[in-house]
């Protein structure tokens, strides 16, 4: 599994049942503040993962 | 991976509906919201042009699409586009060019004004020069970006003929809004929230503001991205750099409370409405007459409006 955030590539462990509010939450991202792709398609954050997965973790709050 | 009511793949899982949507099902969704919103506070009346003011970012991007969906072939109603360049290095142009290229896309007209040519200077050089007169005069600069931006929109709206001035506010700049205010305990400009700028308490006022309109304040900005990337919508997401203030720190802790608890922010955003005439009606008792600048001739509250005491001093 490789994890992008902002296109910065992130240490992200795989846990077998792990969905993408649980990876979030293990990366301490609030998932409030991200849209997440997986494989170049969005997917909602209770989405299960698989070890080979291309993830795509873009920040979405505005700042002016 | 779980579907929507259709059967099709899911893009999002709407917790606090407790449902999940595909693109079209989470496309429909945020345009009824949009156009429910428009109807409940009656924002837009035969006959109005309306003045949309987008930046480039992904919220003006989806309220102009929005906008230009709900509104766009109606005979009797007129949109134009109004940006604003602030002057900010590696930041606006490029949002800029994004806004451009989407208004010619959809058709709408575009009118951009700038910071240097009202003001003579722009943000980054303002920004510079409250820098070397020392701590005790600086200000947030986004306190003087926010202040003449809205000076050149509700001008160039009325320049331009608009009746009504629009923006991309979503759910979670209407919140923050809230708590800053009552933070700060600012209750004129609480009093000016609301779905509608509310000018009626002077009558000179509504000639001289254009009331302002927000079709998305009851969509949280996590759809709004979404809504902008499921419809393939260009959009320009770099951060300002300049940004500062309790703003930020009031949205970490919005966000904080949303991931814990649903909905918590359309809670903030009801209750904040239902208590709004009380607000305005304290407001109205308080408030000091409207005058004109001495300097600049647009509306305020002093003989010299905040705009041209911050950018013309």
């Known amino acids: 599994m490789r994890v992008f955030y902002s296109g910065k590539e992130l240490k992200a462990g795989y846990r077998k049942g792990m969905s993408v509010e649980g990876l979030l939450k293990s990366l301490g991202i609030n998932p409030e503040t991200v849209l997440v792709k997986v494989n170049d398609e969005i997917v909602p954050d209770d989405c299960m993962l698989d070890k080979e997965d291309n993830i795509e973790v873009l920040r979405v709050v505005s700042g002016g | 991976m779980a579907n929507c009511k259709c059967g099709k793949k899911a893009v999002f899982f709407r917790k606090y509906e407790g449902r999940h949507l595909c693109r079209r099902h989470f496309s429909e969704s945020i345009e009824k919201k949009a156009k429910r919103t428009i109807a409940k506070a009656g924002m837009v009346k035969k006959g109005d042009r309306i003045a949309l003011a987008v930046s480039g970012g992904k919220d003006s991007c989806v309220m102009l699409h929005l906008m230009h969906k709900v509104f766009g072939k109606r005979p009797d109603i007129r949109l134009v586009a109004v940006s604003v360049d602030e002057g900010v290095r590696g930041y606006r142009k490029e949002s800029l060019d994004v806004a451009r290229r989407l208004c010619r896309k959809l058709g709408v007209e575009h009118h951009t004004y700038s910071f240097r040519k009202e003001f003579g200077k722009t943000l980054d050089q303002k920004v510079r020069e409250l820098k070397k ?29 608009a009746t009504k001035l629009c923006s991309g506010h979503n759910l979670d700049d209407e919140t923050q809004a809230i708590l800053m205010n009552y933070m700060r305990g600012d209750l004129p400009r609480a009093s000016r929230m609301g779905p509608v700028t509310d000018w009626s308490m002077a009558k000179r006022r509504g000639e001289l503001f254009i009331p302002r309109i927000k079709p998305m304040r009851e969509i949280p900005e996590r759809e709004s991205a979404i809504y902008a990337a499921v419809n393939g919508l260009e959009m320009y997401s770099k951060e300002c750099p300049h940004i500062s203030g309790i703003r930020f720190q009031v949205r970490d802790f919005l966000n904080d409370m949303g991931s814990m608890y649903s909905g918590i922010k359309f809670t903030v955003l009801e209750t904040f409405d239902k208590i709004l005439p009380c607000i305005r009606d304290t407001v109205r008792k308080e408030e000091a007459e409207i005058k004109l600048c001495g ?6 509250s002093d003989d010299v409006c905040k705009t041209c005491k911050l950018w013309r001093a």
């Open chain 2, 133 to 161: 007169l020392g701590k005790g005069e600086l200000r947030e600069p986004c306190t003087y970006c926010g202040v003449g931006r809205r000076y050149i929109l509700n001008r160039a709206a009325r320049e331009l003929g």
């Open chain 2, 295 to 300: 300097n600049c001739g647009e509306p305020g």
